[in-house]
T-cell receptor, first 113, second 113 residues
Framework: AQSVSQHNHHVILSEAASLELGCNYS??????LFWYVQYPGQHLQLLLK??????LVKGIKGFEAEFIKSKFSFNLRKPSVQWSDTAEYFC???????????FGTGTRLTIIP | GAGVSQTPSNKVTEKGKYVELRCDPI?????LYWYRQSLGQGPEFLIY????????DSGLPNDRFFAVRPEGSVSTLKIQRTERGDSAVYLC???????????FGSGTRLTVV
């Protein structure tokens, strides 16, 4: 069955620290990958997406993610976090040509000023 | 409208009652999606509409759940004989012509008591 795993449930960092949130997927065939963010009290927003091409994807607000096919991973990174990055982060995947997204359980990120 | 609008934002209902949840997508978006997010989990796919027709309803958990989109715009998710396990945040999203990376609404928090 298709699945997405996020092993970090809650991450606490100080401002200016570097961030890496893990995401692993289990899909047969070509996969599309996404990171969504949900700030406190707000709706889910798309951070970045990977369909094909350059495996290093740059998104909004300084975030990037790297698709490593051999590791079935799509980890999210940011070199220097800010207090405003406090949010819940969801990794998601879909099969090529399929509209249905499978989400991970999310990682809650808390940034300490 | 500027974003995906969902009403009501909160709904409390008694076990066994019928509820309707409404989604008003972004104007011009032909694709509409419903997801359900339980506490501590990522969103879980329910159904996807392309225009007026349900293109994929494989995520609907059972026949108590039904969704319509009669004019290809507003959609209503209908739940009959609600159960306590139906308590969750119901999310709606829309996209232009089925493009992935869709826009989510703020959700309807359904509580069945």
């Amino acid at each position: 069955a298709q699945s997405v795993s996020q092993h970090n449930h809650h991450v606490i960092l100080s401002e200016a620290a570097s961030l890496e949130l893990g995401c692993n997927y289990s899909y047969g065939g070509t996969v599309n990958l996404f990171w969504y963010v949900q700030y406190p009290g707000q709706h889910l927003q798309l951070l970045l997406k990977y369909f094909s091409g350059d495996p290093l994807v740059k998104g909004i607000k300084g975030f990037e993610a790297e698709f490593i096919k051999s590791k079935f991973s799509f980890n999210l990174r940011k070199p220097s976090v800010q207090w405003s990055d406090t949010a819940e982060y969801f990794c998601a995947a879909s099969s090529f040509g399929n509209e249905k997204l499978t989400f991970g359980t999310g990682t809650r990120l808390t940034i300490i000023p | 409208g500027a974003g995906v609008s969902q009403t009501p934002s909160n709904k409390v209902t008694e076990k066994g009652k019928y509820v309707e949840l409404r989604c008003d997508p972004i104007s011009g978006h032909t694709a509409l999606y419903w997801y359900r997010q339980s506490l501590g989990q990522g969103p879980e796919f329910l159904i996807y509409f392309q225009g007026t027709g349900a293109a994929d309803d494989s995520g609907l958990p059972n026949d108590r759940f039904f969704a319509v989109r009669p004019e290809g715009s507003v959609s209503t998710l209908k739940i009959q004989r609600t159960e306590r396990g139906d308590s969750a945040v119901y999310l709606c999203a829309s996209s232009f012509s089925g493009g992935l990376g869709y826009t989510f609404g703020s959700g309807t928090r359904l509580t069945v008591v």
